[in-house]
C-alpha cells in the first residue's frame, strides 16, 4: 500500500483548505486512514481517522468543529476539509493507513498502529 497526500498550500487565516489522500496498492487491506501533523519543533499530533470499511471516525476532542474526515471508497481517497484556519495549525499534514482491526477507536490515536505513512504535505496559515 501507498498513499500520497496533496492540497496543501498557503492561506490566509479563516480560510479553508481540504487535504486529499490517494491510497494505491492493495487497497483492500486497508482499515483505517487517518491524518496526522506536526508543527515545527513540535511532536507529531493525531488529527482525525476513518474507518475505510465502515466509515466510523476517530478524533480528539481537540480536533472536532474545524476538521472534518470522509472518505470515497471508489476513489481509495481520504479527505481532511479544514475550515476556519489558524496560524497554529500550520504544520506539515500526513496521511497514514492502517491494515489492522482494534476494537478500541483510541488506538487509532496513535502514530505507532499505523504502518503506511505519506511524506505530508505542508499546510501554511498566514496572519
Known amino acids: 500500500v501507498q498513499v500520497v497526500e496533496s492540497g496543501g498550500g498557503e492561506v490566509q487565516a479563516g480560510a479553508s483548505l481540504n487535504l486529499s489522500c490517494a491510497a494505491s496498492?492493495?487497497?483492500?487491506?486497508?482499515?483505517?486512514m487517518g491524518w496526522f501533523r506536526q508543527a515545527p519543533g513540535k511532536e507529531r499530533e493525531f488529527v482525525a481517522a476513518?474507518?475505510?470499511?465502515?466509515?466510523?471516525?476517530f478524533q480528539p476532542d481537540s480536533m472536532k468543529g474545524r476538521f472534518t474526515i470522509s472518505r470515497d471508497n471508489a476513489k481509495n481517497t481520504v479527505y481532511l476539509q479544514m475550515n476556519s484556519l489558524k496560524p497554529e495549525d500550520t504544520a506539515v499534514y500526513f496521511c497514514?493507513?492502517?491494515?489492522?482491526?482494534?476494537?478500541?477507536?483510541?488506538?487509532?490515536?496513535?502514530?505507532?498502529?499505523?504502518?503506511?505513512w505519506g511524506q505530508g504535505t505542508q499546510v501554511t496559515v498566514s496572519s
Open positions: 497514514a493507513s492502517t491494515t489492522l482491526t482494534y476494537p478500541n477507536g483510541r488506538y487509532y490515536f496513535a502514530e505507532r498502529t499505523y504502518d503506511t
Open positions: 496498492g492493495r487497497t483492500f487491506t486497508i482499515h483505517t
Open positions: 476513518i474507518s475505510r470499511r465502515s466509515g466510523t471516525t
